[in-house]
C-alpha cells in the first residue's frame, strides 16, 4: 500500500474474481429506503399543492425565503454576471460550446420515406421533444461544464423550450453558472433545488412548467426524485460516482496514470478510480506518485478516502485479461494507455467515454474536445451510452396502404389476427378488402367469411 494506506495493490486471479477486487468495482446502488419515503413525500406534496410546498421546502431546505413570483430569475441577474468572470474563462467558454455543438451536430438523425409500389409509402419522422428541464446542483461543487454538456445535444436536437432549475444557493449566486446560462441562451432559470423542483418540472405548479423529460445531475434526493417521477417524464439516467478505469502496459507513465487517478477521485468521497496494469514495477511507481501528487491538492481528504474505498491498481497477466476486466466493470470513463491502444480499442465491449494514448486524459473530453460527458455509471455502459441528440428526439413511423394493396395482403393479415384471436383487427381488413358498406358477415376462426352465413 502506499504512505496511509491510501491504495491498495492487488493480484487479479482470473479463476475467480478477487473478494477486495468486488468490493473495489461493485459500485453502491440507490437503495435508500429512509430517503425515499422522504422523497416520495416531497414529490407528492409538490404535486398536490404546487408553489404552497415549494415556498415552504425552499424555505426548510434552503434557508431561503422565497415567493412565487421570485421563482425565477431576471435576465438582468444573468448580464450582470458577465462584469464578475474573466475574459479567459469567457473564451474557454465559448470554444467549449463550438466544439460540443459541431460534435452533436453530426448525431443529427434524418427522416425516410420508402416508396413499396402500388401505393404504399413508409415513412419514419423525427421530430424534437418540445420542453426539457435541466437541473443544475450546488453543493460540493459548481459545474458549468455539466450545463453546457447538458444544454448543448438538446439545443442542437432542436428542443424548443429547456427549463432551468438550480438552487437558490451556490449555482444562483455563482457568476461563472449564470454566465454560462446566458452564452447558451438558458432564459428560464428557476431558484429551486432538491426534490421538489424535480417534482416541479414532472408536475408543473402554478408558476414552473410541466416538462416532458428530465435531465441533470444532483445528490441522492434530486436521483430518487427522478427514479420516482419517470414516467410521468422521461429522464436522462440515474447517475452514480463518478468512475475511471486506466488500463495501462510498462510502456505508460506512471506520474499521468496517477495524475488521472486523483483527478476522478476529487471528485467525491465515493468516486471508483482503478488502474488496471499487466506490470508489477508500473503498479508499485504509480502508488508512488500517488503518494507524492496528492499532497499538491486542496481536496486531499476526499480524494484519500476514495482511493482508500474505492481505488485500486489490479495487476494482471494480459492486456486480454485486462480487457475482460474492464468489460465487467463496465466504466464511466475508460484511458487506454499502452503501446498500440487501438488494438486493445477493439476488444473494447463496455465503456462510457474511451480516452485514446497518453496525452487523453478524462479532462480533455470533461470540458473541451467535443461529446457530451454526461456518461453511464455504476456499469450501465453494458446497456445505455452517452447523452446525445438522439435522447431528446422521438420517432414516429407513418403507413400509407392503398386499396389495392389491402386487398393483396388482407388475407396475410387478417391470418395472423385470427392467430392472436383478435375478431376485431380482422374485420377491419375485411371490410376493407370488401370496398366498404358492405354488410356486418361474421369472420370464421381463420380470419375469413363464414361462407354458410355469406
Known amino acids: 500500500m502506499a504512505d496511509g494506506g491510501m491504495i491498495e495493490i492487488i493480484e487479479y486471479d482470473t479463476k475467480r474474481i478477487n473478494k477486495r477486487v468486488q468490493e473495489v468495482i461493485s459500485r453502491g446502488n440507490l437503495y435508500f429506503p429512509d430517503i425515499d419515503i422522504e422523497v416520495r413525500a416531497i414529490v407528492d406534496a409538490v404535486r398536490d399543492m404546487g408553489d404552497e410546498v415549494l415556498v415552504k421546502l425552499t424555505e426548510e431546505f434552503d434557508g431561503v425565503s422565497i415567493s412565487p413570483s421570485s421563482f425565477r430569475i431576471p435576465p438582468s441577474t444573468i448580464e450582470a454576471a458577465y462584469e464578475k468572470v474573466d475574459a479567459e474563462f469567457l473564451l474557454a467558454l465559448q470554444e467549449s460550446i463550438q466544439n460540443i455543438t459541431k460534435y452533436h451536430e453530426n448525431e443529427l438523425m434524418r427522416p425516410f420515406r420508402l416508396e413499396e409500389g402500388d401505393g404504399v409509402s413508409l415513412e419514419e419522422r423525427v421530430s424534437p421533444i418540445e420542453k426539457v428541464g435541466l437541473y443544475v446542483p450546488g453543493g ?58 424535480i417534482a416541479a418540472l414532472a408536475f408543473g405548479t402554478e408558476t414552473v412548467p410541466k416538462v416532458d423529460k428530465i435531465i441533470g445531475p444532483g445528490n441522492i434526493y434530486v436521483a430518487l426524485a427522478k427514479r420516482y417521477v419517470y414516467g410521468v417524464v422521461d429522464i436522462d439516467m440515474i447517475a452514480g460516482p463518478s468512475e475511471v478505469v486506466v488500463l495501462a502496459d510498462d510502456s505508460a507513465d506512471p506520474m499521468f496514470i496517477a495524475a488521472d487517478l486523483l483527478a476522478q477521485s476529487e471528485h467525491d468521497q465515493m468516486a471508483t478510480a482503478i488502474c488496471i496494469t499487466t506490470s508489477l514495477r508500473l503498479g508499485k511507481e504509480v502508488e508512488a506518485e500517488i503518494a507524492r501528487q496528492i499532497k499538491m491538492l486542496r481536496r486531499q481528504r476526499i480524494v484519500a478516502e476514495s482511493l482508500k474505498n474505492h481505488g485500486a491498481i489490479i495487476v494482471v497477466k494480459t492486456l486480454e485479461e485486462g480487457i475482460e476486466l474492464v468489460n465487467l466493470i463496465a466504466p464511466e470513463h475508460l484511458e487506454l494507455m499502452t503501446q498500440n491502444p487501438r488494438r486493445c480499442l477493439r476488444k473494447v465491449k463496455n465503456a462510457g467515454a474511451i480516452f485514446l494514448g497518453a496525452y487523453s486524459p478524462v479532462p480533455v473530453g470533461d470540458y473541451l474536445a467535443g461529446p457530451s460527458h454526461v456518461l453511464p455509471t455504476g456499469g450501465t455502459a453494458r446497456y445505455s451510452s452517452p447523452l446525445s441528440v438522439y435522447d431528446f428526439v422521438k420517432r414516429s413511423s407513418i403507413i400509407e396502404y392503398s386499396k ?11 391470418r395472423l389476427a385470427s392467430v392472436e384471436g383478435l375478431e376485431g383487427h380482422a374485420r377491419a381488413i375485411e371490410v376493407r378488402e370488401k370496398g366498404g358498406s358492405s354488410p356486418d358477415l361474421p369472420v370464421d376462426a381463420n380470419g375469413g367469411l363464414n361462407e354458410k352465413s355469406a
Open 140 to 197: 460540493k461543487a459548481i459545474y458549468p461544464s455539466s450545463i453546457v454538456m447538458n444544454a448543448v445535444p438538446a439545443k442542437v436536437a432542436g428542443v424548443s423550450r429547456i427549463v432551468v432549475m438550480t438552487p437558490p444557493k451556490n449555482s444562483a449566486d455563482n457568476p461563472h453558472v449564470l454566465v454560462t446560462f446566458g452564452e447558451l441562451g438558458l432564459k428560464e432559470v428557476y431558484t429551486l433545488g432538491g426534490a421538489q423542483a
Open 404 to 414: 389495392g394493396k389491402i386487398q393483396k395482403k388482407g388475407t396475410l393479415i387478417r
